[in-house]
Each structure stands twice: as structure tokens, then as C-alpha cells.
């Protein structure tokens, strides 16, 4: 009798096809509603800039890249005529965005986007199975930047069943979790 084969369980794999996939129909959704060439920053620096104008520098900071590539992100909103860049009037050195009307247009429809979106994955699941995967999902933060604006993020909403948390607890705690650290039921004896 041969040996049974199991494939190793590759969640970045499984990671990368999700974002992939979610950048897609981020992509098509916004064509549909007259916002051709959606980049992978647009959501982020256009929720962030909706508050106000934002020196490049600290663009770059709320978005985890440097300088030069928080640039490269304004220089593309300003092509496109979603901002605007200028000087500070008080720092010369500092060069501040800011959203143009068609921007302000655009970041609605991409809030709206995600919010259907995040509606849609809400209503394939269980409030205890959004409660898990959101709490995987965090576990796969490495770098303290990507956990500290984690933390900023707010958590699935609703109060799931007694049977839901226990399903949760089950997702989050099973036999894949924490398996190095010797807390998966065959190595507890379970």
C-alpha cells in the first residue's frame, strides 16, 4: 500500500490569490463606474488624504513606503487629476497633496467599492468564521508597522453564537495554529 501524500497547506499561496483576486474586482468594479487604471495604493492614499492635504513624507509613513515611493504615489494621483501637489507656504522643502474635486469624486466611489466589497465576504460567512479569518489574518502580521496599523483597524462586527465562538476558537487554535510551538492536539496528546 503506498503512502498517502498530503500537501502542505500554503496559506501565503493562498494569500496572494485572495489580494489578487480582490484587486480585480476593486479593478473592474471602479471601470464599471468610469475610474480606469486602479493601482494597488489608490484605497489607502485616497481614505488617507480625504482628511486633508498630507506632506509626501508623511504619505509615505501612513503607507509603509519610502519617500520616493509616496512620491511616485502623488505623481500618479496628479497625473490622473485626482490631487494636487505644492509647496508648504511655511516648509519649502515639504511638498503637500491634496485631493482635487475629481479625487474626492473618486475616493467616495473607491469607499463604496470596498464597502460592497467587505458586505459581500461578510455575507458568505458566519459572524464566527469573519471572526476567525480576521484573526488569522493578523496572526500573519510580521513586522510590528503592519500590527501597529492593524490594531487601528476595528473588528468584524456583531457578537457571534456560543457555537460560532467555538467554531472560532476551533479555526484560530486547531492543529495548524501554533503547530511549531507544540500546542496542536497530537503534540498535547489530544
Do not use: C
Amino acid at each position: 500500500m503506498a503512502a498517502e501524500s498530503t500537501a502542505t497547506y500554503r496559506f501565503g499561496d493562498l494569500l496572494a490569490l485572495t489580494r489578487q483576486s480582490w484587486l480585480g474586482q476593486m479593478t473592474s468594479r471602479l471601470e464599471r463606474l468610469g475610474y480606469a487604471g486602479y493601482r494597488r495604493s489608490d484605497a489607502a492614499a485616497m481614505r488617507m488624504l480625504w482628511r486633508g492635504p498630507l506632506p509626501v513624507g508623511h504619505l509615505g509613513a501612513v503607507l509603509g513606503v519610502t519617500r520616493q515611493a509616496a512620491r511616485k504615489v502623488a505623481d500618479g494621483l496628479e497625473q490622473r487629476g485626482y490631487a494636487t501637489t505644492e509647496r508648504d507656504s511655511r516648509d519649502t522643502r515639504q511638498l503637500n497633496v491634496t485631493l482635487t474635486q475629481a479625487g474626492r469624486e473618486y475616493a467616495r466611489a473607491i469607499t463604496a467599492v470596498i464597502d460592497e466589497l467587505n458586505h459581500e465576504v461578510a455575507g458568505r460567512v458566519s459572524p464566527a468564521e469573519l471572526v476567525a479569518a480576521d484573526t488569522v489574518l493578523r496572526a500573519a502580521l510580521f513586522d510590528d508597522s503592519a500590527k501597529q496599523r492593524a490594531s487601528r483597524l476595528p473588528r468584524p462586527p456583531g457578537r457571534p453564537s456560543a457555537e460560532d465562538a467555538v467554531l472560532a476558537v476551533i479555526l484560530a487554535e486547531g492543529p495548524w495554529h501554533r503547530a511549531s510551538e507544540g500546542n496542536s492536539p497530537r503534540q498535547r496528546g489530544a
